[in-house]
């Protein structure tokens, strides 16, 4: 059974810094793209950042500078570094998993995602 489950959200002040991180498990993820995406009360689910296999990132230009994604192959981990954290990141924050094979950078939309995790709610207060 595929499981994602992320973890490491919570309260922080504005210009603080936290780091989600995204335990994958069930399959293989070696070829896979991982994204995170965001989605804020009353607003569409939106792309945040992403990583392929080889470790090809791209980013929202909302997040452009502040915040990091990387991962562990070996730990089947993703993480989000994120810095200077605004009031307006204010969202629950999902892990993805793309399983359709390697690409040559990772997708933004969210239905090219297979497998999704429960979330994990980050709260910046201004």
């Known amino acids: 059974q595929v499981q994602l489950v992320e973890s490491g959200g919570g309260l922080v002040q504005a210009g603080g810094s936290l780091r989600l991180s995204c335990a994958a498990s069930?399959?293989?993820?070696?070829?896979?793209?991982m994204g995170w995406f965001r989605q804020a009360p009353g607003k569409e689910r939106e792309f945040v950042a992403g990583?392929?296999?080889?470790?090809?990132?791209s980013y929202a230009d909302s997040v452009k500078g502040r915040f990091t994604i990387s991962r562990d192959v070996r730990k089947n981990i993703v993480y989000l570094q994120m810095n200077s954290l605004r009031p307006q990141d204010t969202a629950v924050y999902y892990c993805?998993?793309?399983?359709?094979?390697?690409?040559?950078?990772?997708?933004?939309?969210?239905?090219?995602?297979?497998?999704w995790g429960q979330g994990t709610q980050v709260t910046v207060s201004s």
């Open positions: 993805a998993a793309d399983s359709r094979g390697p690409r040559s950078y990772p997708p933004a939309a969210a239905q090219s995602y297979d497998d």
């Open positions: 069930g399959r293989t993820f070696t070829w896979d793209s």
């Open positions: 990583i392929n296999w080889s470790g090809s990132a």
